[in-house]
């Protein structure tokens, strides 16, 4: 075995094959893999990672499988259950660079939403199903708030597992909510919020032995991490000054720590770039705790448009400290407001993307004006969903906003003079 798990604080050691999300002592746990094991049979060098064409299964692995030797490096590729994840496109935008003051050359959108379900999560569920699988599980579970549940939903039908997703009455987007319907997977509506969900999961998997894939889940985030190098491959390894993304229950803040963490034990990074997490102002326990010097996490109610992000007690908190103490990391809060303004600027750029996402644009904007990023500064943000994944707040954003940005639609007669006016 060439991996461990192993937990954060007390370094206390458990087999890989263990069913744990926990140590003993309730400590969250890493996959730890051995890099002087792995490089006596394996090549994990930079080189080959940014020139060889890997495969699974006789097709070109995407952009997680491509990194199988630093992700899940015991399973037998056949036992891989993957869509081909990742591979995701770093765009540039001008509209969006000069909304932000950034210039187009040195600043980049990497687009999560172009995975398989529409969002990041399918990185870390290719990773986490497969270990599933690897551990005979029959059912997995998870609660959300949408992306994970529409993600759970695809893979467990692909792998012939019983799924399970909890998600919080009235607060699921309407894309995410149909995508666990249409996939099959048993959806239940909980009177509660993510939080309660989250806590049920928890209760359900130590008492009822389901097997969660929400981002407690360690090898959720070992799949999670590909971003990271991925977006270094992509700058053909010139480091960002800035890698900033939303946050809500912590697990992409963590995953990013661990790939630049590792990156830098590998040798392929000199230095690190600094992570900007954005909250939004009414679910930002993690903005809270930052501006306390992480003294202590106060759970909250949360409250904010972008629903994938309305988490109140991430669960990843302390992995999260970790990575912004490694990046010299900084956590700043928008408003509903501002998420909605950059929606608009997002996705008139031609790109597009759900509110959460969008957070990364507006907190970009946001750490510009107050001159903490600066103009001269390299910047990559990270969209995490689909546009079309929640467009229920577009319809009403067009419909019934009166600002620069809103486009409603005309209704008109069948004639060509009604069009005229238009062009
Ligand atoms: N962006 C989107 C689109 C998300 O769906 C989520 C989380 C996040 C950002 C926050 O990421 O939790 O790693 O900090 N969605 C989860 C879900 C909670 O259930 O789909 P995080």
Excluded at 165 to 188: D, E, M
Excluded at 224 to 251: A, H, M, S, Y
Aim: charge should be neutral; glycine fraction near 8%.
């Amino acid at each position: 075995m060439n991996s461990i798990l192993k937990s954060i604080s007390s370094g206390k050691e458990y087999p890989l094959n263990e069913v744990r999300f926990t140590s003993d002592n309730g400590e969250l746990l890493d996959v730890v893999h051995d890099f002087d094991a792995l490089k006596k049979g394996r090549n994990i060098s930079r080189e080959y990672f940014s020139t060889q064409r890997t495969q699974l299964n006789g097709q070109p692995s995407g952009g997680v499988w491509h990194f199988k030797d630093l992700v899940l490096p015991d399973i037998p590729e056949q036992d891989v259950i993957s869509k081909q994840e990742g591979n995701t496109r770093l765009y540039r935008s001008k509209k969006i660079s000069s909304f932000l003051g950034l210039s187009k050359e040195k600043f980049f959108l990497k687009h999560e939403g172009e995975n398989p379900t529409g969002s990041f999560k399918d990185r870390g569920m290719t990773a986490a199903i497969t270990q599933a699988k690897a551990l005979g599980q029959k059912a997995v579970t998870c609660a959300s708030t949408g992306n994970t549940s529409a993600s759970l939903a695809a893979y467990a039908s692909e792998a012939e597992m019983t799924g399970l997703v909890l998600i919080p009455k009235g607060n699921v987007a309407v894309g995410k909510i149909s995508q666990a319907l249409a996939y099959g997977t048993k959806t239940l509506v909980v009177n509660g919020d993510f939080d309660d969900c989250m806590r049920l999961i928890r209760e359900a998997q130590e008492k009822l032995s389901a097997y969660p894939l929400n981002s407690i889940n360690p090898f959720r985030l070992e799949g999670q991490k590909t971003i990271i190098w991925e977006i270094l491959l992509q700058l053909n390894w010139q480091i960002p000054d800035w890698i900033v993304f939303p946050g809500g229950n912590l697990g992409n803040t963590s995953a990013f720590g661990k790939a630049l963490h590792e990156a830098k034990e590998l040798g392929w990074i000199d230095k690190m770039p600094r992570f900007a997490v954005i909250q939004a102002e009414g679910a930002s326990p993690f903005y809270k705790a930052f501006k306390n010097n992480f003294a202590q996490l106060t759970p909250e109610k949360a409250d904010t448009i972008a629903t994938a992000i309305k988490i109140g007690d991430p669960v990843n908190y302390t992995k999260a400290v970790r990575a912004l103490k490694w990046t010299n990391g900084i956590v700043e809060s928008v408003t509903d407001e501002e998420i909605l303004e950059a929606k608009a600027v997002v996705d008139a750029a031609g790109i597009g993307a759900e509110p959460a996402s969008c957070a990364t644009v507006a907190g970009i904007k946001k750490l510009m004006e107050r001159g903490e990023i600066k103009s001269s500064e390299s910047v990559v943000g990270i969209l995490t969903g689909n546009i079309l994944k929640d467009p229920q707040v577009i319809v009403d954003y067009h419909f019934n906003r009166k600002t620069v940005h809103a486009n409603p639609p005309h209704d008109v007669e069948p004639n060509l003079e009604s069009l005229k006016k238009y062009l």
